[in-house]
């Protein structure tokens, strides 16, 4: 039976995946601790918890607490109580950890995108946003989108500070780098 055109392409972005891990050994790190690094570079302050990273990659707490210990055994993250509560956890990348992200993986495959779409994935990114939806939709997922998309952020708060932009949800200042950030609370804007 021929394969559909989804389906050769749902099997070409499998084996994508699995060749660009095969070529992640790099500060002898698994699948699961790039992604959890990747997530942690990426993540706004609010965001960088056990819970968040659980929910972003789709495992569970248990797997992400022994990724989150190897990565700490290795200098490439840290765990401190959270400034907010006291009693959650905050997670953040070392200096290490963004070093060993220099090397990512996934930045020989961007290579790889540019170099095939003549520097214009602006369609195929678009396309595989849309395919992230609908896949996070079918399976009960948060989106976790960039906050400066979010319904919550005001921009220019308080022009002129360090923190000049706001969310309305958490009722916190955001920094321009917050703004730029994936957040676990993502509502979209209408």
């Keep these: 039976m021929p394969l559909s055109t989804a389906l050769e392409a749902a099997y070409l972005i499998d084996r994508l995946d699995r060749l660009t891990r095969s070529g992640g050994n790099i500060a002898e790190l698994n699948p699961a601790q790039w992604e959890a690094l990747r997530y942690l570079s990426r993540a706004n302050r609010f965001s ?11 495992s569970t707490r248990g797997t992400i607490s022994q990724t989150l210990i190897a990565l700490e055994q290795k200098g490439l993250a840290s ?8 009693r959650s956890v905050e997670l953040a990348l070392t200096r290490r950890g963004e070093a060993v992200l ?32 609908a896949t996070i939709a079918r399976n009960d997922g948060r989106a976790f989108g960039i906050c400066r ?3 919550h952020f005001r921009r220019n708060a308080k022009p002129g500070s360090a ?28």
Aim: with cysteine.
């Design 79 to 86: 765990r401190q109580s959270s400034r907010r509560d006291g």
């Design 102 to 133: 220099r090397s990512d993986p996934l930045r020989r495959l961007a290579d790889d995108i540019t170099a095939a779409t003549g520097g214009d994935a602006g369609e195929l990114l678009a396309t595989l946003h849309g395919i992230l939806s």
């Design 48 to 58: 960088r918890t056990p819970a968040a990273l659980a929910g972003y990659v789709g």
């Design 163 to 190: 923190s000049p932009h706001h969310c309305s949800l958490l009722d916190e200042s955001l920094s321009d780098y917050d703004g730029d950030a994936i957040c676990q609370e993502h509502e979209a804007a209408a």
């Design 149 to 151: 998309t979010c319904r």
